[in-house]
């Protein structure tokens, strides 16, 4: 298995562009999330999916869309990229099966917005 | 204040012991996790905790959960520089799974 899989690993924008960050799992997980990490602030939830067609906002999901279209693919669209959206992005999915909510990351996304 | 807190700091000499401390809000919590983020990488699971209990020991790991005071803890046993990484608390937001509350990492630098 592959894992958690993020493309691409790294991205400069200009402001007001617009792009999508691609996550695939292969291990038939229901439950995909994506995180930004800023400097010392931890992690922070922006959307989570609980299954194909089923998506929900975290703490920061202004400025971003998702879809979940299939099991695999949790895309994370910046529709008009600004300077604040300059992070680290983490892609993470997790097993609907067994009582622990360990979740298993990818390797993340450098994104600079210029 | 914040759901999950750290201290953002800890140095140690190679082979002491590193204890990372973290407080949580949620007492729904069932389970407590930690992850390690080396340079550049993701996060892994580095071990986890059931609320029920009280310890848990995994070779050079041991958690300690004090559930009346909501305190976690990590110990690293004869920590070695391969440690050096951030090391971030997690507890799960009420009954939803897949969200969790990470804390903001502890940078653990361990010297020769």
């Known amino acids: 298995n592959a894992g958690v899989t993020q493309t691409p690993k790294f991205q400069v924008l200009k402001t007001g562009q617009s792009m999508t960050l691609q996550c695939a799992q292969d291990?038939?997980?229901?439950?995909m999330s994506w995180y930004r990490q800023d400097p010392g602030m931890g992690l922070r939830l922006i959307h989570y999916?609980?299954?194909?067609?089923?998506?929900d906002q975290g703490e920061v999901p202004n400025g971003y869309n998702v879809s979940r279209s299939t099991t695999e693919d949790f895309p994370l669209r910046l529709l008009s990229a600004a300077p604040s959206q300059t992070s680290v992005y983490f892609c993470?999915?997790?097993?609907?099966?067994?009582?622990?909510?360990?979740?298993?990351f990818g390797p993340g996304t450098r994104l600079t917005v210029l | 204040g914040e759901d999950v807190e750290q201290s953002l700091f800890l140095s140690v000499r190679e082979g002491d012991s590193s204890v990372i401390n973290c407080t949580y809000t949620d007492s729904s919590s069932t389970y407590l996790y930690w992850y390690k983020q080396e340079p550049g990488a993701g996060l892994q699971l580095l071990t986890y905790?059931?609320?029920?209990?009280d310890m848990k020991q995994d070779q050079r790991l041991t958690v300690l959960l004090n559930k009346k005071d909501k305190h976690l803890s990590l110990r690293i046993a004869d920590t070695q520089t391969g440690d050096s990484a951030i090391y971030f608390c997690?507890?799960?937001?009420?009954?939803?799974?897949?969200?969790?509350?990470f804390g903001r990492g502890t940078q653990l630098t361990v010297w020769p």
């Open positions: 997690a507890a799960p937001r009420g009954s939803t799974l897949g969200r969790l509350y």
């Open positions: 905790i059931f609320s029920n209990m």
């Open positions: 291990m038939n997980h229901e439950y």
């Open positions: 999916s609980v299954g194909a067609g089923i998506t």
């Open positions: 993470a999915s997790r097993s609907g099966q067994g009582r622990t909510d360990t979740q298993y």
